[in-house]
């Protein structure tokens, strides 16, 4: 069974900083893609961003909001990838999933989500 | 990035109906459209990939059509549990973009 459990979410302040979390079983981690996905209050979800599994590059990419300010990394030793977010806005209020592609789908087709974390950016 | 319009933003239906719910890109995006189902406080779950193909476990009621722009997720004979909202999704460039999402409410 796949599971995927975020952590590390929480309130700061704008201009701040925090890392999340996600922690992977039941999956190769090592050749996975993995993902992130924002879903602000009342709105859709967002693509955050994915990085490639270690066969691929363990390159990443990202969405242009978060683009210089968001960093996604992986310790394939701990099945773990993490989300940095650093020069938080208010508009980065949202729960924070953590997510795992089809295979061979490019990081596109999203099959395992985690339960999310929330992350309120408020002054 | 290609922008994806879903309409209607909200619908109401019943038990039984069957309800046609419209995704639009604003480019072509070839096959690469996925449609996902979200309850209150839970995160997506994948529906159907690649315009039409169902996830393992879906109740094949659930139908996706479609090519280039234009795609459409059909639901016959609703059941209670479908009652939730529904999000397109396109992967055929990055960023990956997901439409503003439709809310099916219970008449």
Not at chain 1, 13 to 41: D, H
Not at chain 1, 89 to 111: F, H, I, Q
Not at chain 2, 32 to 54: C, E, H, T
Request: neutral net charge; aromatic residues 10%.
């Amino acid at each position: 069974e796949v599971r995927l459990v975020e952590s590390g979410g929480g309130l700061v302040k704008p201009g701040g900083s925090l890392r999340l979390s996600c922690v992977a079983s039941g999956i190769e981690f090592n050749y996975a893609w993995m993902t992130w996905v924002r879903q602000a209050p009342g709105k859709g979800p967002e693509w955050v961003g994915h990085i490639r599994g270690i066969p691929d590059g363990e390159t990443r990419e990202y969405a242009s909001p978060v683009k210089g300010r968001f960093t996604i990394s992986r310790d394939d030793s701990r099945n773990t990838v993490y989300l940095q977010l650093n020069s938080l806005r208010t508009e980065d209020t949202a729960v924070y999933y953590c997510a795992k592609d089809r295979p061979l789908t490019g990081g596109g087709v999203v099959s395992y989500w985690g339960q999310g974390t929330q992350v309120t950016v408020s002054s | 990035d290609i922008q994806m319009t879903q309409s209607p933003s909200s619908l109401s239906a019943s038990v039984g109906d069957r309800v046609t719910i419209t995704c639009q890109g604003s480019q072509d995006v070839g096959s690469r459209l996925n449609w996902y189902q979200q309850k209150a406080g839970k995160p997506p779950k994948l529906l159907i990939y690649d315009i039409s193909n169902l996830e393992t476990g879906v109740p094949s009621r659930f139908r996706g059509f479609g090519s280039g722009t234009d795609f459409t997720l059909v639901i016959s004979g609703l059941q209670p549990e479908d009652f939730a909202a529904y999000y397109c999704q396109q992967y055929h460039d990055l960023p990956y973009t997901f439409g503003q999402g439709t809310e099916l409410e219970i008449k």
